[in-house]
C-alpha cells in the first residue's frame, strides 16, 4: 500500500510524489510489480508519477499499466514518449 495524504497539504503530498518517483527510477520492473497489484488505485499513482521518469523502467510499467487498464487514449501517447527516453 502507497502511503497516503490528505489533499488539503500539498507540501506533503509533493514529497510523497517525488519519494515515489525516485523509487520508481531506482526501481526494476520485478520490484514494481508487487506495488501495482495490491491496488488498482497505488498502480495508477505509480504510474502518474512514472510519466515524469525518463528511464526505460518507466516507460515499461506504463506500458504494462496502460495495457491491464485500457486507459483513455489521450495518455497513450504520453507513455509511448517515455519509452524512446
Known amino acids: 500500500m502507497l502511503a497516503r495524504t490528505p489533499d488539503t497539504d500539498p507540501e506533503l503530498v509533493y514529497a510523497l510524489r517525488l519519494a515515489l518517483k525516485a523509487f520508481v527510477a531506482a526501481s526494476n520492473l520485478e520490484e514494481l510489480k508487487p506495488a501495482r497489484g495490491k491496488s488498482a488505485e497505488d498502480a495508477e499513482r505509480i ?31 504520453e507513455f509511448a514518449r517515455q519509452r524512446r527516453a
Request: hydrophobic residues 50%.
Open 47 to 77: 504510474a502518474d508519477v512514472a510519466v515524469a521518469v525518463a528511464k526505460p523502467i518507466a516507460a515499461d510499467f506504463l506500458l504494462a499499466h496502460l495495457e491491464r487498464t485500457q486507459i483513455r487514449r489521450n495518455t497513450r501517447g
